[in-house]
C-alpha cells in the first residue's frame, strides 16, 4: 500500500539511511551502485541503491523529531526493520572536534514527538548490536568517534540556549540534535532496530552557537562536509555488518 507522507510502497528492502536533510539524500546516493531516485513527497525525499550487495533505501525525514516518526512509521508499514539516523549536531564537549563523529548511546529526550508516545523516563536507546556494528565501521575506518549520550531538543532559538547547552555539558552530554531521541524511542517501541551516526558541525566553547555552525554545514564548510562523508561510510559499512550477521 502507497503510504501516504513518504509516498512509497513496499520494496522489499529492510535497511535504511535516514538523513535529515533532503540534499544529503543526493550525496549518500553518490556512494550507491545503480541509485535510482524514488519520489520526493513533502521532507521526504528517497532514493534506492546497492552498497557491497546490500540493498539500501536512503530517505530524508527533515528537521525535528515529528517529521522523522512519521516516515518512520511508514517506512515500516512497507518492510523497513533496521534504519541508522545520518545526522548532524553541536558539540557540547571541549575535546569533541569539528568533523568528528558522535555515536549515541542514549538520549536526552526534551523532543516533543517521542513524549507522546511514552512517559519521559521509558529510555531513548539504539540496538546493541546495531550500534556494535557502527561503533566496529568507525574504527576500522579510523575515523575519530565518540559515545556517550546525546540530547534532543525542539528549537535552536530559546533566548537562554547558551545557558541550557552548558547545563547539559556539565553532565557530559556530548552534541545535540533534534531527531536522536525521536528516531531511538519510536523504533524501539515499533520492534525496529536503529542507530544514529551524528557528525559535529561546530565545536563548544570556540563556536557556541550551533545553529551558525549548521549553516556553515549547509554552506559546505569543508571540515563539517568531511564528516558527512565519514558517516555515510560508518552507516552503509554498519548495514554490511548487521546484513551479514542477519544472513
Given at each position: 500500500?502507497?503510504?501516504?507522507?513518504?509516498?512509497?510502497?513496499?520494496?522489499?528492502?529492510?535497511?535504511?539511511?535516514l538523513?535529515?536533510?533532503?540534499?544529503?539524500?543526493?550525496?549518500?546516493?553518490?556512494?550507491?551502485?545503480?541509485?535510482?531516485?524514488?519520489?520526493?513527497?513533502?521532507?521526504?525525499?528517497?532514493?534506492?541503491?546497492?552498497?557491497?550487495?546490500?540493498?539500501?533505501?536512503?530517505?530524508?525525514?527533515?528537521?525535528?523529531?515529528?517529521?522523522?516518526?512519521?516516515?518512520?512509521?511508514?517506512?515500516?508499514?512497507?518492510?523497513?526493520?533496521?534504519?541508522?539516523r545520518?545526522?548532524?549536531?553541536?558539540?557540547?564537549?571541549?575535546?569533541?572536534?569539528?568533523?568528528?563523529?558522535?555515536?549515541?548511546?542514549?538520549?536526552?529526550?526534551?523532543?516533543?514527538?517521542?513524549?507522546?508516545?511514552?512517559?519521559?523516563?521509558?529510555?531513548?536507546?539504539?540496538?546493541?548490536?546495531?550500534?556494535?556494528?557502527?561503533?566496529?565501521?568507525?574504527?576500522?575506518?579510523?575515523?575519530?568517534?565518540?559515545?556517550?549520550?546525546?540530547?534532543?531538543?525542539?528549537?535552536?532559538?530559546l533566548?537562554?540556549?547558551?545557558?541550557?547547552?552548558?547545563?547539559?555539558?556539565?553532565?557530559?552530554?556530548?552534541?545535540?540534535?533534534?531527531?536522536?531521541?525521536?528516531?531511538?524511542?519510536?523504533?524501539?517501541?515499533?520492534?525496529?532496530?536503529?542507530?544514529?551516526?551524528?557528525?559535529?558541525?561546530?565545536?563548544?566553547?570556540?563556536?557556541?552557537?550551533?545553529?551558525?555552525g549548521?549553516?556553515?554545514?549547509?554552506?559546505?564548510?569543508?571540515?563539517?562536509?568531511?564528516?558527512?562523508?565519514?558517516?555515510?561510510?560508518?552507516a552503509?559499512e554498519?548495514?554490511?555488518?548487521?546484513?551479514?550477521?542477519?544472513?
Open positions: 500500500m502507497l503510504q501516504p507522507h513518504i509516498q512509497l510502497d513496499d520494496l522489499g528492502i529492510r535497511y535504511a539511511l538523513p535529515g536533510d533532503p540534499g544529503r539524500v543526493g550525496r549518500i546516493g553518490a556512494f550507491l551502485e545503480d541509485a535510482k531516485e524514488l519520489g520526493f513527497s513533502r521532507e521526504y525525499r528517497s532514493l534506492r541503491g546497492r552498497y557491497k550487495g546490500v540493498d539500501v533505501l536512503v530517505m530524508s525525514t527533515g528537521m525535528g523529531g515529528t517529521s522523522a516518526a512519521i516516515g518512520l512509521e511508514e517506512l515500516r508499514r512497507i518492510g523497513v526493520d533496521t534504519v541508522i545520518v545526522g548532524s549536531c553541536g558539540a557540547l564537549q571541549a575535546e569533541i572536534r569539528k568533523g568528528d563523529l558522535i555515536l549515541p548511546c542514549g538520549a536526552v529526550r526534551q523532543d516533543g514527538v517521542s513524549r507522546t508516545y511514552i512517559e519521559e523516563f521509558y529510555p531513548a536507546v539504539p540496538d546493541p548490536e546495531l550500534l556494535q556494528c557502527c561503533i566496529a565501521a568507525a574504527k576500522e575506518q579510523g575515523f575519530p568517534c565518540h559515545v556517550g549520550v546525546v540530547r534532543s531538543h525542539e528549537s535552536f532559538y533566548d537562554n540556549m547558551a545557558e541550557i547547552n552548558a547545563y547539559w555539558s556539565e553532565r557530559r552530554v556530548l552534541g545535540s540534535d533534534q531527531e536522536t531521541a525521536g528516531v531511538l524511542t519510536v523504533s524501539w517501541l515499533r520492534g525496529l532496530r536503529a542507530a544514529s551516526i551524528l557528525n559535529a558541525v561546530s565545536q563548544w566553547k570556540t563556536e557556541t552557537d550551533i545553529a551558525q549548521v549553516g556553515a554545514y549547509a554552506g559546505g564548510e569543508t571540515t563539517a562536509a568531511e564528516g558527512e562523508r565519514r558517516e555515510i561510510l560508518v552503509l554498519a548495514l554490511v555488518k548487521i546484513a551479514e550477521k542477519d544472513g
